[in-house]
């Protein structure tokens, strides 16, 4: 199993960015799949979720609104497209399936700073 997330970087207040996962090694398009963020000396916070299909997606409070997950099954991707961002939200975006986690990728990492 390999979970590579990419597309993060450094915005203004108020930008946007749009991060992608790509995953493989396993059946991609039976589980639902999730963004979440970590900043250092916090635990890992749930940020979205998207179901198999991609018919049903759910939001933490502090995102919604913001944020919009989605999936190409054909590509075996992952996304997550950021708007409004705020200086709240620089952390480390990982992805991984719901349910029993596979081994965590290296993150991308999203710093909004003016």
């Known amino acids: 199993v390999q979970l590579v997330e990419s597309g993060g970087g450094l915005v203004q207040p108020g930008g946007s960015l749009r991060l992608s996962c790509a995953a493989s090694g396993f059946r991609f398009s039976r589980y639902a799949m999730n963004w979440y963020r970590q900043v250092p000396g916090k635990e890992r916070e749930l940020v979205a979720t998207i179901s198999s299909g991609g018919g049903s997606t759910n939001y933490a409070d502090s995102v919604k609104g913001r944020f919009t997950i989605s999936r190409d099954n054909a590509k075996n991707m992952v996304y997550l497209q950021m708007n409004s961002l705020k200086p709240e939200d620089t952390a480390v975006y990982y992805c991984?399936?719901?349910?029993?986690?596979?081994?965590w990728g290296q993150g991308t990492q999203v710093t909004v700073s003016s």
């Open positions: 991984n399936r719901g349910g029993i986690l596979y081994p």
